[in-house]
């Protein structure tokens, strides 16, 4: 099967159609003789590049320095409640494990009576 090439022309013509004149790519190709998805890549490739604007990399870079800092701010409380919760923690093993001692009992709002 031999290839067509085609003019720099007829594929300008054939793309502001569809860019253009709002034509269906598949209308388009049907009328001009050729492929949907050579018309597809013409159209494709006609459109410039899309760059991000400066105003959005500005955006971004505003966002992501308030998410470091975000970052950075719940890094630290994580780090407060872990040490928190080994205090605590060791706290309650150790009164757990130690006998009941008149301090003990006192600070427990406890009324000791002694036998006499």
Do not use: C
Request: charged share 35%.
């Amino acid at each position: 099967m031999k290839r067509t090439k085609y003019t720099a022309e007829f594929k300008t013509e054939a793309v502001k159609q569809v860019t253009e004149k709002g034509h269906l790519v598949v209308d388009v190709a049907k009328r001009l003789g050729i492929g949907e998805g050579l018309l597809y890549n013409w159209v494709r490739k006609s459109k410039p590049p899309e760059e991000p604007v400066i105003e959005d990399l500005k955006l971004i870079r505003e966002e992501n320095a308030r998410l470091r800092a975000e970052l950075r701010r719940t890094t630290e409380e994580r780090d407060i409640l872990k040490k928190a919760t080994a205090y605590f923690a060791k706290q309650s093993i150790n009164l757990a494990t130690s006998k009941p001692s008149l301090f003990n009992l006192a600070n427990d709002h406890l009324i000791l009576t002694s036998a006499i």
